[in-house]
């Protein structure tokens, strides 16, 4: 089974910086593509960032963009999120997801709560 596991959300005012951690564990797949998500209280799950492995390639919401950097380390099978520049409008819980092609895996984290105060 894979797991995986958020780090680092919390309490920032307007203009900080959080970075978010995700750690994976239990795949014998290469984990094909790994993001980032947020859910704010009465709003649908959306997409923030993701990133292919083996690449650099990178998507973003229009929203983070310019504000917010995704990395990831393959070997470690792990993905960050950096955010600058935070605003209230960022505060949500942030989940970690993992896509296994080979088999339609989809996966995610228990998610980690930003909270923004203005």
């Known amino acids: 089974q894979v797991q995986l596991v958020e780090s680092g959300g919390g309490l920032v005012q307007a203009g900080g910086s959080l970075r978010l951690s995700c750690a994976a564990s239990?795949?014998?797949?290469?984990?094909?593509?790994m993001g980032w998500y947020r859910q704010a209280p009465g709003k649908q799950r959306e997409l923030v960032a993701t990133?292919?492995?083996?690449?650099?390639?990178?998507n973003y919401a229009d929203s983070v963009k310019g504000r917010f950097t995704i990395s990831r380390d393959n070997a470690k099978n792990t993905v960050h999120l950096q955010m600058n520049s935070l605003k209230p409008e960022d505060t949500a819980v942030y989940y970690c997801?993992?896509?296994?092609?080979?088999?339609?895996?989809?996966?995610w984290g228990q998610g980690t709560q930003v909270t923004v105060s203005s």
């Open positions: 239990g795949s014998a797949f290469r984990l094909d593509v």
């Open positions: 997801n993992a896509r296994v092609l080979f088999n339609a895996g989809d996966y």
């Open positions: 990133i292919i492995s083996g690449s650099s390639s990178a």
